[in-house]
């Protein structure tokens, strides 16, 4: 099979989220699978030069952008076998950051009639356009509108995931026709709710639909979970889809993470924790105390990662003796609180307001547990790169988390869960993983368990190519 992966982020290029993540590490293993699997993505000028450097143009086109057309540059990067093609178009994409602009509508309208356009430029006619979130959603609606007619388009199918329906890319009726591009007798394919919905035409103009988990898939059909699409998603059923993601494990690898303190295997995973725990404590200002349980949090500081409840309770938490290692950035409200309990208890919270790789990956290494006491999670890869370096997570049963970690009360546990969404709850299972830490010869096995858990994409890459070939 002939896929081309659409992502607006692919790591090692540019990342702000799990998208980058996945966009980076399914591909490839699409590919270990031998099936030809291309990626294409905007060509940002946040990209570090040693990487834009690698690049090779190849051509150059012009866009049809509603009554525009818009020059678009094309580059060509090899990344670990896999060929990734990048979209220069330097008024839409040389900025400082990704999202967030007034135009983002017409940046990723652009970008998606660009990967449109660009299959007459390449020597690669895929069988199946893999569309991730509202950036590419317009890609199976202008291919329906405007390009079946071409013998080059006619048989494309499409898929479409949901990485996070709470973004949808929702914006004013006033931009269909001199924005987007879009006939007014076709309107009804993109307005919902008084307002033009980017992830909503995909949903109804693609083959297929699959978002990041099976849990997740099931939640979305529930008004709670579904920021209003539900209305879209349940007479859709039948075409929805939920796989659960990997992680790159050569990326995320204990035995050769150049970015840990020291590396370390199954074999010598007491030694090697202890060893990155120790250096982890020293860095983030904390006391060296191999005996306090070293709690890891990283990620996005942001209410429905629920930090409301760590909030609510994390001085109590302290008072149990525990230690926190915090890496993150996100709300005024959740930076605040925690740098006043930083500065409250030093002894016992270490804190970096931003996101450094680097240091991500020695508290992966270096904890002892890892939280996510998630209101809602689509998937989630932080548990599982905890998995992988032995660091036991603690997790609220939503979600991928759900589908990835199972309580060590029950067969096969490899983590702590907690189902309601409470305070109380959370402290119980954190409580319950500070039991295990105090019975050495019962963690050092649930550390070795964790640590050979497959995590990897193999199954998750065998799921996708069944959906694709269901397709053909």
């Given amino acids: 099979m002939r896929i081309l992966y659409a992502a607006s982020e692919a790591l090692p290029y540019i990342a702000s989220g799990g998208l980058a993540d996945v966009a980076g590490s399914l591909p ?8 030809a699997c291309r990626v294409v993505m905007p060509l940002y000028g946040d990209i570090k030069d040693e990487l834009r450097q690698s690049l090779r143009f190849v051509t150059s086109f012009y866009v049809p952008v509603a009554w525009r057309s ?19 178009n330097e008024y839409y994409f040389r900025r400082k950051g990704i999202y967030g602009f007034y135009d983002d509508a017409e940046r990723f309208t652009f970008f998606s009639r660009a990967i449109l356009e660009m299959l007459h430029y390449i020597p ?6 893999h569309c991730n979130d509202w950036q590419t959603a317009l890609v199976p609606v202008y291919l329906n509108l405007f390009y079946r007619n071409d013998e080059r388009y006619r048989d494309i199918k499409t898929v479409f995931t949901i990485h996070n329906i709470q973004y949808q890319g929702k914006y004013g009726t006033e931009l269909l026709t001199e924005v987007l591009g879009i006939p007014e007798y076709a309107s009804s394919i993109l307005q919902y709710d008084d307002c ?6 995909a949903i109804d103009q693609s083959d297929m639909v699959s978002t990041v988990s099976p849990t997740y898939a099931r939640e979305i059909l529930d008004p709670w979970f ?23 494990t050569n990326v995320y690898n204990p035995q050769t993470d150049p970015m840990i303190y020291e590396t370390f295997g199954i074999s010598d995973a007491k030694k090697g924790k202890a060893k990155n725990k120790a250096a982890l404590q020293a860095e983030m200002g904390l006391p060296q105390a191999p005996d306090r ?14 930090l409301d409840l760590v909030k609510y309770i994390l001085e109590e938490m302290i008072s149990h003796g525990y230690q926190f290692a915090i890496l993150g950035s996100g709300d005024k409200e959740f930076e605040d609180f925690f740098r006043y309990i930083h500065d409250k208890y030093p002894q016992s919270v270490g804190l970096t307001v931003g996101f450094i790789p680097q240091l991500a990956h020695k508290i992966y290494a270096g904890s002892d547990a890892f939280l996510m006491p998630s209101k809602s999670e689509p998937c989630g890869l932080a548990q599982m790169i905890s998995l992988r370096y032995g660091t036991l997570p603690i997790v609220r049963k939503t979600g991928g988390l759900q589908d990835s970690i199972r309580d060590l ?35 050092d096995k649930a550390v070795v368990n964790a640590m050979q858990c497959d995590v990897s994409w193999a199954k998750s890459a065998e799921e996708y190519i069944d959906m694709y070939k269901k397709l053909l």
């Fill in 70 to 88: 818009q020059y678009c540059g094309l580059y060509e990067g090899n990344v670990g076998g896999v060929k990734y093609y990048l979209l220069d």
């Fill in 28 to 35: 490839k293993a699409i590919r270990d699978k031998k099936h």
């Fill in 196 to 201: 033009l919905n980017f992830m909503k035409g």
């Fill in 293 to 306: 349980m070293l709690v890891g949090m990283v990620g996005r500081l942001v209410a429905h990662k629920g």
């Fill in 124 to 129: 690669f006619d895929p069988q199946i356009i």
């Fill in 409 to 443: 009360g029950e067969e096969n546990g490899n983590g702590f869960t907690f189902a309601s969404y409470n305070a109380h709850d959370m402290m119980g299972a954190v409580d319950r993983c500070g039991g295990l830490f105090g019975n050495q010869e019962a963690w």
């Fill in 226 to 248: 579904s920021h209003k699409l539900d209305r879209m998603l349940v007479p859709r059923q039948y075409k929805l889809r939920g796989i659960l993601n990997g992680i790159d």
